[in-house]
């Protein structure tokens, strides 16, 4: 099974980098090595059926690109975890260097009043269009339904059969030395193997005698031997232990991955009955912790969500696993004003409104529907007038407006950002080049580090800038 075409053919290289995984960082990656290093073979494997799915569904299929947050330190504080480490790659290419990108490119964008940057088209299928023509243009060898199985340091290991065969059979790959060409025209293989139920074992290490870097040899997913000089891993988060498989057997550790980005489940029939309603500025907060934010909050069919909702379980990721999703939440749903200021408001309408229902006089800007459900849970009755609203009535509600307290039972990830917290340890990784401390020639981009941002364009961000930097990288000899 050969390599599916997708661009045209690019000048024949001695050297190669290979991109794995065909998301956002290593998009990116590959175009500015390729731009950067035009004699450069570059190729991107993706072992999917489409490049770009995240970018697809991001934003609601209008891809959130990145957040108008146009300052470096500024930019680093909206990631609960790796922020510290993004200050530097933020310096050399940040969210005004991605609008640029884009729209020298002919993308522009627009920015929202919350600060989130969409494509004036409101299509996420113009930032896949632009990002696979301009790797086409750059000549980007992209590869689909291609993956990554095993990766070696190039003349480490040989590779045996699997199920028994007798050591005869062993079948050794050695790999054709630089220039070596690419792999170019539909079916047609490199260095295929006679035997593809196969496992890597060690062998004497060897050089390569282009760079003085041992390079890399990779097992893909077709049964084929592919070799590199540099090699990029962007294969996303790690939601399952085989996802970073790859970065530990080159010699990485993982931090422990948990969902980052989700929203919270909460059976109170009164609440899923209100789904759809959103409020544009509420609080939250979990009692006992120090989590605590402010933001637009959607009610669902199973609980809460939103902006504000998504931060916290952002910031909160590692608190709350440890907490198995179980926890009190605490709803302020009038924030903008104190205690004081909502005990004058409702005495207020009892005194210009007396024979009016207390149900029927929501304080603005809550709703109708919300106004009503708060009050009854707040043990109002609904025949209840202003006039007749006892002492301890009011406090309930004022109590109800102002701290609604919820049992959490559980989570759904968000469907527009799949975010783990969790990944390649940043401590293993040079952020001026993304190169791995550990193994020389392997660089990592995008989410497969221990890096995640809140909501608003900020994880794009970081697979922009982190693939920028690695792509210049990997361009140098």
Same mark, same amino acid.
């Given at each position: 099974?050969?390599?599916?075409?997708?661009?045209?053919?690019?000048p024949?290289?001695?050297?190669?980098?290979?991109?794995?995984?065909?998301g956002?960082?290593?998009?990116?990656?590959?175009?500015?090595?390729?731009?950067?290093?035009?004699?450069?073979?570059?190729?991107?494997?993706?072992?999917?059926?489409?490049?770009?799915?995240?970018?697809?569904?991001?934003?609601?299929?209008?891809?959130?690109?990145?957040?108008a947050?146009?300052?470096?330190r500024?930019?680093?504080?909206?990631?609960?975890?790796?922020?510290?480490?993004?200050?530097?790659?933020?310096?050399?290419?940040?969210a005004?260097d991605?609008?640029?990108?884009?729209?020298?490119?002919?993308?522009?964008?627009?920015?929202?009043?919350?600060?989130?940057?969409?494509?004036?088209?409101?299509?996420?299928?113009?930032?896949?269009d632009?990002?696979?023509?301009?790797?086409?243009?750059?000549?980007?060898?992209?590869?689909t339904?291609c993956?990554?199985?095993?990766?070696?340091?190039?003349?480490?290991?040989?590779?045996e059969?699997?199920?028994?065969?007798?050591?005869?059979?062993?079948?050794?790959?050695?790999?054709?030395?630089?220039p070596?060409?690419?792999?170019?025209?539909?079916g047609?293989?490199?260095?295929?193997l006679?035997?593809?139920?196969?496992?890597?074992?060690?062998?004497?290490?060897?050089?390569?005698?282009?760079?003085g870097?041992?390079?890399?040899?990779?097992?893909?997913s077709?049964?084929?031997?592919?070799?590199?000089?540099?090699?990029?891993?962007?294969?996303?988060?790690?939601?399952?232990?085989?996802?970073?498989?790859l970065?530990?057997?080159?010699?990485?550790?993982?931090?422990?991955?948990?969902?980052?980005?989700?929203? !919270?489940?909460?059976? @109170?029939? #009164? $609440?899923?009955? =209100?789904?759809?309603?959103? +409020?544009? /500025?509420?609080e939250?907060?979990?009692?006992?912790?120090?989590?605590?934010?402010?933001?637009?909050l959607?009610?669902?069919?199973?609980?809460?969500?939103?902006?504000?909702?998504?931060?916290?379980?952002?910031?909160?990721?590692?608190?709350?696993?440890?907490?198995?999703?179980? !926890?009190?939440?605490? @709803?302020? #749903? $009038?924030?903008? =004003?104190d205690?004081?200021? +909502?005990v /004058?408001?409702?005495?207020?309408r009892?005194?210009e409104q007396?024979?009016?229902?207390?149900v029927?006089?929501?304080?603005?800007?809550?709703?109708?529907?919300?106004?009503?459900?708060?009050?009854?849970?707040?043990?109002?009755?609904?025949?209840?007038?202003?006039?007749?609203?006892?002492?301890?009535?009011?406090?309930? $509600?004022?109590?109800?407006l102002?701290?609604?307290?919820?049992?959490?039972?559980?989570?759904?990830?968000?469907?527009?950002?799949?975010?783990?917290?969790?990944?390649v340890?940043?401590?293993?990784?040079?952020?001026?080049?993304?190169e791995?401390?550990?193994?020389?020639?392997?660089?990592?981009?995008?989410?497969?580090?221990?890096?995640?941002?809140?909501?608003?364009?900020?994880?794009?961000?970081?697979?922009?800038?982190?693939?920028?930097?690695?792509?210049?990288?990997?361009?140098?000899d």
């Open positions: 099974m050969g390599f599916k075409e997708h661009s045209t053919r690019p024949m290289s001695s050297r190669r980098v290979i991109v794995a995984g065909g956002a960082a290593g998009f990116f990656a590959a175009i500015t090595c390729a731009e950067a290093a035009p004699g450069t073979g570059v190729v991107l494997l993706e072992k999917g059926p489409q490049f770009l799915s995240k970018v697809r569904i991001s934003g609601g299929g209008r891809c959130n690109v990145t957040h947050c146009f300052d470096a500024e930019l680093a504080a909206r990631f609960p975890r790796g922020g510290q480490a993004l200050i530097g790659p933020f310096q050399r290419f940040q005004r991605t609008v640029e990108w884009f729209e020298s490119r002919g993308v522009k964008l627009k920015t929202e009043e919350d600060g989130r940057m969409f494509p004036v088209s409101d299509l996420s299928q113009t930032i896949i632009c990002l696979i023509n301009v790797a086409k243009k750059a000549g980007v060898k992209l590869v339904n993956g990554v199985e095993e990766v070696r340091r190039a003349g480490r290991r040989t590779f059969p699997r199920n028994g065969l007798d050591a005869e059979r062993k079948i050794e790959q050695p790999l054709p030395p630089h070596n060409p690419l792999p170019w025209g539909e047609e293989p490199l260095a295929v006679e035997e593809k139920s196969g496992s890597f074992v060690s062998e004497p290490t060897s050089k390569s005698q282009t760079s870097r041992e390079g890399f040899e990779l097992k893909l077709n049964g084929e031997i592919l070799d590199c000089e540099r090699l990029l891993l962007a294969t996303g988060g790690c939601r399952t232990a085989a996802m970073g498989r970065a530990e057997s080159l010699g990485h550790s993982l931090e422990p991955s948990v969902p980052s980005l989700f929203t !919270f489940h909460i059976e @109170v029939p #009164w $609440l899923r009955s =209100l789904a759809g309603v959103s +409020v544009e /500025d509420a939250v907060m979990v009692p006992g912790t120090k989590l605590r934010e402010r933001g637009p959607l009610v669902t069919h199973w609980g809460l969500s939103g902006p504000v909702i998504l931060r916290l379980s952002a910031w909160g990721a590692r608190e709350l696993h440890g907490l198995n999703y179980k !926890f009190s939440l605490l @709803v302020n #749903w $009038l924030p903008v =004003l205690e004081d200021a +909502v /004058d408001e409702l005495n207020r009892r005194k007396p024979a009016r229902l207390v029927n006089g929501p304080i603005p800007p809550l709703g109708a529907r919300l106004w009503e459900q708060l009050v009854l849970a707040s043990g109002v009755e609904g025949e209840t007038r202003w006039a007749e609203l006892s002492r301890t009535g009011q406090h309930g $509600l004022v109590q109800q102002r701290r609604t307290e919820f049992a959490v039972t559980g989570k759904s990830l968000n469907k527009e950002e799949f975010v783990t917290c969790g990944g340890k940043l401590s293993e990784v040079n952020f001026k080049t993304m791995s401390r550990n193994c020389p020639g392997l660089h990592f981009a995008g989410e497969l580090l221990d890096i995640d941002g809140i909501t608003g364009g900020f994880n794009f961000q970081s697979a922009w800038t982190t693939g920028w930097i690695a792509g210049k990288a990997m361009a140098e």
